[in-house]
């Protein structure tokens, strides 16, 4: 009776241990990406004011749904596909507000461009506040940006520039490197509208 009831149970745990897959070691198939800039400098633009200007760029928010690890992809207006291997090498708010600096700091070809929070002390003329309201690919091999920004007084405290970006880019290649790509250009093309904005700004305070 002991022999009938035990051989069974050897069997199944022999198939268990030799034939399970989730036994074996998987291969880790992470892939990890970053926005980058996406900008170089106009020798012909005017920066003229732009002198004693100090910006500080942020707080940048972000939505709920992006605030997370994996890419996603907007496959229909209501519903998105989360990517299960690729994800974001740091987090997405800090990539935005790093890479949006970065342009800035490009296009104006001011030193004075520092990412909130900035350290105690440091004077900070103007500030650009932004959030985001959508960004991310889409099925349809597009990379779309939404934002409202604002160019604030940090003296006065009042908004100088407020504005709603509607902003896309088309997915060059089917694969995760080019959306990444059209995203940055997005951002890109953020930055040269906020740019323009402090440049107005500058020039109306001389």
Known sequence: MRRSITLPALLTLSLLLTGCPSFSPQPDRSRFFTLTSQVEPDPSTKNSGLA??????????????????E??????????????????IEPVEENLSRVLAQNLYTLLRIERVVRHPWP????????????IIRFEPTSEREAQLTARWTVV???TKQPLVARTSFLKRPIQQESREA??????????????EIADAVRAVAAQNK
């Open 52 to 69: 004693e200007l100090s910006l500080g760029v942020g707080p940048v928010r972000i939505p709920g749904y992006l605030d997370r690890e």
């Open 71 to 88: 890419m996603v992809t907007r496959v229909a207006q209501n519903r998105f596909e989360v990517a299960q291997n690729d994800r974001w």
């Open 120 to 131: 105690n002390g440091r004077r900070i003329t103007h500030q650009v506040e932004v959030e």
């Open 153 to 155: 007084d940090v003296a």
């Open 179 to 192: 959306a990444v790509d059209a995203m940055s250009g997005t951002l890109a093309d953020l930055s040269r």
